[in-house]
């Protein structure tokens, strides 16, 4: 039983249960990327570029063969590319939320520096300083 109970403690610390919660939201938050490069971004530089679509670059190694059917082989550069520029764009959002995150964060103020305590010779030395002013 100490393995299960060992697991279960683990299992429910907090960082486990917020790294959990990171990747769902980081799963779903890829999908977003994945529509934003892919319907809203790619589309003008394609019209830019002269209707180039990135996703349609690829390298045929060997074409395809309907008689034989055997598919085409292909490096599939453009859909690369795809990835390259999602990237981007996710790390470019993730570093904005961790900079918003960080100027939010309270400034602690430093603790005030407490002085050390006198050693026992500056006790000594303040005990007879002040027995010579008293006299």
Same mark, same amino acid.
């Given at each position: 039983m100490g393995f299960v109970k060992e697991f279960k403690e683990f299992a429910m610390?907090? $960082?486990v249960i917020d790294l959990a919660v990171g990747v769902v939201i980081g799963g779903a938050f890829g999908k977003i990327v994945t529509s934003l490069v892919d319907d809203v971004i790619? !589309?003008? +530089?394609?019209y830019i570029t002269g209707g180039v679509d990135? $996703?349609?670059i690829k390298y045929v190694l060997k074409a395809a063969d309907? /008689?034989?059917n055997t598919p *085409? /082989? $292909?490096i599939n550069l453009g859909n690369f590319i795809n990835v /390259? +520029?999602?990237f981007i764009i996710v790390a470019f959002c993730i570093f904005c939320v961790i900079?918003?995150?960080?100027s939010m964060k309270r400034k602690e *103020? !430093?603790?005030p520096e407490v002085a050390p305590a006198p050693t026992k010779e500056e006790v000594l030395l303040t005990e007879i300083r002040d027995l010579l002013k008293n006299k």
């Amino acid at each position: 039983m100490g393995f299960v109970k060992e697991f279960k403690e683990f299992a429910m610390r907090g $960082s486990v249960i917020d790294l959990a919660v990171g990747v769902v939201i980081g799963g779903a938050f890829g999908k977003i990327v994945t529509s934003l490069v892919d319907d809203v971004i790619m !589309p003008p +530089i394609g019209y830019i570029t002269g209707g180039v679509d990135f $996703s349609d670059i690829k390298y045929v190694l060997k074409a395809a063969d309907q /008689v034989a059917n055997t598919p *085409e /082989v $292909s490096i599939n550069l453009g859909n690369f590319i795809n990835v /390259v +520029i999602q990237f981007i764009i996710v790390a470019f959002c993730i570093f904005c939320v961790i900079k918003g995150l960080n100027s939010m964060k309270r400034k602690e *103020e !430093p603790a005030p520096e407490v002085a050390p305590a006198p050693t026992k010779e500056e006790v000594l030395l303040t005990e007879i300083r002040d027995l010579l002013k008293n006299k």
